[in-house]
């Protein structure tokens, strides 16, 4: 609790747990010695807390899921077996049989529909 006082000039939040509170101490020193968020981070931060008081709802944009290229290989395990996929120019190669989609794959799998991405972690 000295060190919160200290570093932040007030007493910690009340129901603050003590790893909340390490936590926050040792960000602020890092940030002491190694500086702060950049301005590209910090405009964005502002951006969405400015948003979220308003009341909107949030919209984080991201880059989403890298493309699957031709030649990448996914790897899946299922029930204790291994199932590897290749990605090809048009579709998707497994156990020697071409299909069209991901969750084609998936429902051959598991026997029920699945999003294919979803169930081999790229979507």
């Known amino acids: 609790m000295t060190l ?13 747990s003590a790893q909340f509170m ?9 940030v002491q010695q190694f500086g702060g ?10 951006a969405v807390l400015k948003q979220a008081s308003s009341g909107r709802s949030l919209a984080i944009r ?10 990448i290989h996914l790897v899946r ?10 990605v ?8 020697g049989k071409t299909y069209r989609s991901l969750t084609a794959i998936a429902r051959k799998i598991t026997g029920a ?4 991405p979803r169930f081999f972690g790229v979507g």
Not at 63 to 68: E, H, M, V, Y
Request: no cysteine; hydrophobic share 35%; glycine share 10%.
């Open 22 to 30: 390490r936590k926050a101490l040792a960000y602020e020193a890092q």
């Open 88 to 95: 090809l120019d048009e579709g998707f190669r497994m156990d």
């Open 4 to 16: 919160w006082l200290r570093q932040f000039g007030h007493v910690p939040p009340k129901h603050v």
């Open 37 to 46: 968020h950049s301005n590209v981070v910090r405009k964005a931060l502002k």
């Open 113 to 116: 529909h699945w999003s294919g």
């Open 77 to 86: 395990e299922w029930n204790g077996r291994s199932y590897q996929v290749e």
């Open 62 to 71: 991201g880059r989403g899921p890298a493309p699957l290229r031709p030649g």
